[in-house]
């Protein structure tokens, strides 16, 4: 009797051309993962003999393959009704009784197993081409969760089996070059995970923007995962540092809390099986999982990769699905297929765009693909609209459908109300090169159909559309022909959103981390005023408290904020040395901070007043410099980056260097804890004149030019009268310099 059902546990990679590329998967992960420890719902798969079977038996071979030689996949009015005929045609026509007996006896074997007389099940697509290293078909076919009995079953697996013919399944694989008679589909029924009682999401095994493959990006939501592969919510984001992680620190270099504002759970009654609710605001402020699970996750994902990759023969980056049972409180991997869109970079050059002007910013949200384009607005509500769409205009919708697919490549880039980066909108953008701001809340509102937009995913994280024509460049690098240097060349980084891009480059490290930067952009809190809200307006307090949602203390706030940033830009350049520099803000600088002005002199001449190491032992000043060490300590010690370096600014006397290293050493971050070193800035010329009581004191210099111009000329330099002055070149500023290496 030939075989249509197949147990998951007896199916291997090797399997793709009976069950599909998914189904092969899951069957690989339980053979050699499980007695790791990785987690996979068990299951079984119908196989795409049953799926030919089930087509012969109805007479639709030739019928099907006929209607769709002759379609013009570019028609999208004709594409949407021969598709819709066709899915028809198989949703109608009874399974086989052949294929019918052998799932209904693995159903009803599965329940026995779970304790339960119809179990809930998802059926998912899995198709002979799906999930191959070079293709996704991510979002082609359809998945259908919480199923329960045999006749909901049989119903299903007919659709599954039907949506091999989707509008975007057909486009997909006419560009791809598959023809439609050789894909078949073999459909998965999975055990549910009852996440729509807790969490799920995506993994991917590599940065998703840069490609750079030292880390672990998870994304997760309450409920059930198709919102989140879906793009109908803005996720919780989470990165891993793989090396580290694998040493047995805790290297959860950056946590971002989405929006999360609705969940698919179970449907108590009517005629759907899951239903969208509301997520409550204050669940709203959490993260889904601990940072425990986030870990937990990660091992599975790096442990997964390499598995793959061994397998392959080649290094195999993975996209993976989690989800968390609310019952249990267990973690699952509940798929798992072969990155396609920087696997395949085998040119590792890459464009560098620059915006060469400014403008209105109508709408931001993340960036997916680092790039600026420009065209006319598109807002579609409907796949009513779609038909109107123009090539090189930019898509603008609350979510992408997959539907839409057929015109996604048209566009000359797409923004999202919802959705993360590992959602169906950013996956199938990077797959086409186009670059997409997902999440950006109120895009559809915000943005009006004709209006001209620069779209811009080149200035980190956060994509923006801006209004009108920005002027922009850009520049190709392969880094593979950049000369090597005769002396090591360590690069400034500034932002940690552009370090996984600058840490490809062949440099020998970061020879200069600015905290300001991090401060700044991602805190925009004086620290002061974090540990004493009490001394602020009220108005400042409620803003603090927004700012600092999802955080046990607006302390934690800032040191998981500021040690996220360091982390992000060591573990980009790890092992290579990452020097950072403590915060190096004036006066007037702090003071525009929120709630800055309450903590902050007025300084007549700030550039040579309360600043750099005078503020570190200072009391006024002196418990923020300890979350400044706490922070640091954290990415050696906990995060396991000991590349990590430190360095202090603006280090007037020997004395201000001895003050500093004992609250150093008193906020638990010692000269030569772990191999600590601590650099100082030589940018006074009493650091030059005593340089070498300071070498006693430190472990090395960094020669700050401007301020040692200014110093030694008598010029301050951000004054405009004297700017004529200010020359770095000058004679006695070479001699200062020449001195200080000399020593």
Same mark, same amino acid.
């Given at each position: 009797?030939?075989?249509?059902?197949?147990?998951?546990?007896?199916?291997?990679?090797?399997?793709?051309?009976?069950?599909?590329?998914?189904?092969?998967?899951?069957?690989?992960?339980?053979?050699?993962?499980?007695?790791?420890?990785?987690?996979?719902?068990?299951?079984?798969?119908?196989?795409?003999?049953?799926?030919?079977?089930?087509?012969?038996?109805?007479?639709?071979?030739?019928?099907?393959?006929?209607?769709?030689?002759?379609?013009?996949?570019?028609?999208?009015?004709?594409?949407?009704?021969?598709?819709?005929?066709?899915?028809?045609?198989?949703?109608?026509?009874?399974? /086989?009784?052949?294929?019918?007996?052998?799932?209904?006896?693995?159903?009803?074997?599965?329940?026995?197993?779970?304790?339960?007389?119809?179990?809930?099940?998802?059926?998912?697509?899995?198709?002979?081409?799906?999930?191959?290293?070079?293709?996704?078909?991510?979002?082609?076919?359809?998945?259908?969760?919480?199923?329960?009995?045999?006749?909901?079953?049989?119903?299903?697996?007919?659709?599954?089996?039907?949506?091999?013919?989707?509008?975007?399944?057909?486009?997909?694989?006419?560009?791809?070059?598959?023809?439609?008679?050789?894909?078949?589909?073999?459909?998965?029924?999975?055990?549910?995970?009852?996440?729509?009682?807790?969490?799920?999401?995506?993994?991917?095994?590599?940065?998703?923007?840069?490609?750079?493959?030292?880390?672990?990006?998870?994304?997760?939501?309450?409920?059930?995962?198709?919102?989140?592969?879906?793009?109908?919510?803005?996720?919780?984001?989470?990165?891993?540092?793989?090396?580290?992680?694998?040493?047995?620190?805790?290297?959860?270099?950056?946590?971002?809390?989405?929006?999360?504002?609705?969940?698919?759970?179970?449907?108590?009654?009517?005629?759907?099986?899951?239903?969208?609710?509301?997520?409550?605001?204050?669940?709203?402020?959490?993260?889904?999982?601990?940072?425990?699970?986030?870990?937990?996750?990660?091992?599975?994902?790096?442990?997964?990769?390499?598995?793959?990759?061994?397998?392959?023969?080649?290094?195999?980056?993975?996209?993976?699905?989690?989800?968390?049972?609310?019952?249990?409180?267990?973690?699952?991997?509940?798929?798992?297929?072969?990155?396609?869109?920087?696997?395949?970079?085998?040119?590792?050059?890459?464009?560098?765009?620059?915006?060469?002007?400014?403008?209105?910013?109508?709408?931001?949200?993340?960036?997916?693909?680092?790039?600026?384009?420009?065209?006319?607005?598109?807002?579609?509500?409907?796949?009513?609209?779609?038909?109107?769409?123009?090539?090189?205009?930019?898509?603008?919708?609350?979510?992408?459908?997959?539907?839409?697919?057929?015109?996604?490549?048209?566009?000359?880039?797409?923004?999202?109300?919802?959705?993360?980066?590992?959602?169906?909108?950013?996956?199938?953008?990077?797959?086409?090169?186009?670059?997409?701001?997902?999440?950006?809340?109120?895009?559809?509102?915000?943005?009006?159909?004709?209006?001209?937009?620069?779209?811009?995913?080149?200035?980190?994280?956060?994509?923006?559309?801006?209004?009108?024509?920005?002027?922009?460049?850009?520049?190709?690098?392969?880094?593979?022909?950049?000369?090597? /240097?005769?002396?090591?060349?360590?690069?400034?980084?500034?932002?940690?959103?552009?370090?996984?891009?600058?840490?490809?480059?062949?440099?020998?490290?970061?020879?200069?981390?600015?905290?300001?930067?991090?401060?700044?952009?991602?805190?925009?809190?004086?620290?002061?005023?974090?540990?004493?809200?009490?001394?602020?307006?009220?108005?400042?307090?409620?803003?603090?408290?927004?700012?600092?949602?999802?955080?046990?203390?607006?302390?934690?706030?800032?040191?998981?904020?500021?040690?996220?940033?360091?982390?992000?830009?060591?573990?980009?350049?790890?092992?290579?040395?990452?020097?950072?520099?403590?915060?190096?803000?004036?006066?007037?600088?702090?003071?525009?901070?929120?709630?800055?002005?309450?903590?902050?002199?007025?300084?007549?001449?700030?550039?040579?007043?309360?600043?750099?190491?005078?503020?570190?032992?200072?009391?006024?000043?002196?418990?923020?410099?300890?979350?400044?060490?706490?922070?640091?300590?954290?990415?050696?010690?906990?995060?396991?980056?000991?590349?990590?370096?430190?360095?202090?600014?603006?280090?007037?006397?020997?004395?201000?260097?001895?003050?500093?290293?004992?609250?150093?050493?008193?906020?638990?971050?010692?000269?030569?804890?772990?191999?600590?070193?601590?650099?100082?800035?030589?940018?006074?010329?009493?650091?030059?004149?005593?340089?070498?009581?300071?070498?006693?004191?430190?472990?090395?210099?960094?020669?700050?030019?401007?301020?040692?111009?200014?110093?030694?000329?008598?010029?301050?330099?951000?004054?405009?009268?004297?700017?004529?002055?200010?020359?770095?070149?000058?004679?006695?500023?070479?001699?200062?310099?020449?001195?200080?290496?000399?020593?």
């Amino acid at each position: 009797m030939t075989q249509y059902v197949i147990p998951f546990r007896d199916l291997n990679l090797g399997d793709v051309g009976r069950v599909g590329g998914k189904n092969a998967s899951l069957g690989e992960m339980l053979a050699h993962l499980e007695r790791l420890g990785v987690s996979v719902p068990d299951g079984f798969a119908v196989t795409a003999d049953a799926y030919r079977l089930h087509l012969k038996e109805a007479a639709l071979e030739t019928l099907i393959y006929d209607m769709l030689d002759s379609l013009d996949t570019a028609d999208v009015a004709r594409l949407a009704k021969v598709g819709a005929e066709i899915r028809q045609l198989i949703r109608s026509a009874p399974l /086989p009784k052949s294929v019918e007996k052998q799932v209904v006896k693995a159903y009803r074997e599965m329940s026995q197993r779970y304790g339960d007389t119809a179990t809930d099940v998802a059926v998912r697509s899995s198709a002979t081409a799906e999930d191959l290293p070079t293709a996704s078909f991510a979002g082609q076919q359809e998945t259908y969760l919480n199923v329960h009995g045999e006749e909901n079953l049989l119903r299903s697996v007919r659709d599954c089996m039907a949506s091999l013919f989707t509008d975007r399944a057909i486009v997909y694989r006419s560009e791809r070059g598959f023809k439609h008679s050789e894909v078949a589909l073999s459909a998965g029924v999975q055990k549910m995970v009852r996440s729509d009682l807790a969490s799920a999401g995506v993994i991917f095994t590599l940065d998703t923007e840069s490609g750079c493959r030292d880390v672990v990006i998870l994304t997760g939501a309450w409920g059930l995962g198709e919102t989140v592969v879906q793009g109908r919510v803005n996720p919780d984001e989470y990165w891993v540092h793989k090396a580290t992680l694998e040493e047995g620190f805790r290297p959860i270099i950056r946590r971002e809390l989405g929006e999360k504002a609705i969940r698919l759970a179970y449907a108590t009654g009517g005629t759907h099986p899951v239903i969208e609710r509301r997520v409550p605001l204050e669940k709203r402020k959490q993260f889904v999982i601990t940072k425990d699970e986030v870990l937990q996750l990660a091992r599975w994902a790096v442990l997964i990769e390499k598995h793959y990759s061994e397998r392959a023969g080649k290094p195999t980056p993975m996209d993976i699905e989690w989800a968390k049972d609310g019952n249990t409180g267990e973690l699952f991997i509940v798929q798992a297929r072969p990155e396609t869109v920087h696997s395949q970079n085998v040119n590792k050059a890459f464009k560098v765009y620059r915006l060469r002007g400014t403008g209105d910013v109508l709408a931001k949200g993340k960036s997916v693909g680092a790039q600026v384009v420009q065209g006319q607005v598109r807002v579609v509500h409907s796949t009513d609209e779609l038909s109107e769409f123009r090539a090189g205009e930019v898509l603008v919708a609350a979510m992408t459908d997959p539907d839409w697919e057929p015109v996604l490549k048209k566009a000359a880039a797409v923004v999202t109300d919802h959705g993360g980066r590992t959602c169906h909108a950013a996956i199938v953008s990077r797959e086409l090169g186009i670059p997409c701001v997902v999440g950006s809340g109120d895009g559809t509102r915000r943005l009006v159909t004709g209006q001209q937009v620069t779209v811009s995913c080149a200035e980190g994280d956060e994509g923006k559309v801006y209004r009108g024509s920005i002027p922009f460049d850009y520049e190709l690098i392969d880094p593979a022909s950049l000369p090597t /240097p005769s002396v090591p060349v360590m690069l400034n980084i500034g932002n940690p959103e552009v370090a996984f891009m600058s840490g490809q480059l062949p440099s020998a490290g970061v020879g200069l981390a600015r905290l300001e930067f991090v401060i700044n952009s991602w805190i925009g809190v004086h620290p002061m005023a974090l540990l004493h809200p009490e001394r602020v307006t009220a108005a400042q307090q409620s803003e603090i408290r927004a700012r600092t949602v999802g955080f046990e203390s607006p302390r934690e706030f800032f040191v998981d904020r500021l040690s996220s940033g360091v982390a992000q830009i060591a573990a980009a350049f790890h092992p290579r040395p990452v020097i950072v520099r403590f915060s190096d803000f004036k006066t007037n600088e702090y003071a525009g901070l929120l709630g800055g002005d309450v903590f902050e002199p007025t300084e007549h001449n700030p550039m040579i007043g309360f600043r750099g190491a005078s503020r570190y032992y200072d009391e006024r000043y002196r418990e923020a410099f300890a979350m400044e060490c706490e922070a640091i300590a954290r990415v050696r010690n906990e995060m396991g980056l000991r590349n990590v370096k430190v360095m202090i600014p603006f280090c007037r006397t020997l004395e201000e260097g001895r003050r500093v290293l004992a609250v150093m050493a008193d906020s638990g971050l010692p000269r030569g804890d772990n191999g600590l070193e601590v650099y100082v800035m030589c940018e006074i010329p009493n650091n030059v004149i005593l340089a070498d009581k300071f070498s006693e004191l430190f472990d090395g210099f960094s020669i700050g030019s401007n301020d040692l111009t200014q110093l030694t000329l008598g010029v301050d330099r951000d004054s405009e009268h004297l700017s004529h002055v200010f020359d770095e070149q000058d004679l006695g500023v070479k001699r200062l310099i020449e001195s200080v290496i000399t020593t």
